[in-house]
Nanobody
Framework: QVQLVESGGGLVQAGGSLRLSCAAS????????MGWFRQAPGKEREFVAV????????YYTDSAKGRFTISTDNAKNTVYLQMNSLKPEDTAVYYC????????????????WGQGTQVTVSS
């Protein structure tokens, strides 16, 4: 069964940290662009970060630069999103996605999505 399963979300105070995990089955993370997106209530799903299959290049949305880090553990077939210095505006459901199209900042570039994990940052 091909699927992505996120975990690691929760409630944290502003300035705190969380590490999200995305475990893949049926698809090798190193063979696809692996992205993280988030969706806040009433808003569209937006790009957060991606690590590309072609060379492991990493790209981040401006609001995540310097605070979030995307990484992979190929042995575990898992993608991580380390989030530091969290802010209330980071509150959203975070989704992991896998795909092989461009542009990698668009949801249409991904054909496999996880179920999402809730991140809530209190002020």
């Amino acid at each position: 069964q091909v699927q992505l399963v996120e975990s690691g979300g929760g409630l944290v105070q502003a300035g705190g940290s969380l590490r999200l995990s995305c475990a893949a089955s049926g698809r090798t993370v190193s063979s696809y662009n692996m992205g993280w997106f988030r969706q806040a209530p009433g808003k569209e799903r937006e790009f957060v970060a991606v690590i590309t299959w072609s060379g492991g290049s990493r790209y981040y949305t401006d609001s995540a630069k310097g605070r979030f880090t995307i990484s992979t553990d190929n042995a575990k077939n898992t993608v991580y999103l380390q989030m530091n210095s969290l802010k209330p505006e980071d509150t959203a459901v975070y989704y992991c996605a896998a795909g092989d199209r461009i542009p990698v900042v668009k949801t249409a570039a991904y054909d496999l999505w996880g179920q999402g994990t809730q991140v809530t940052v209190s002020s």
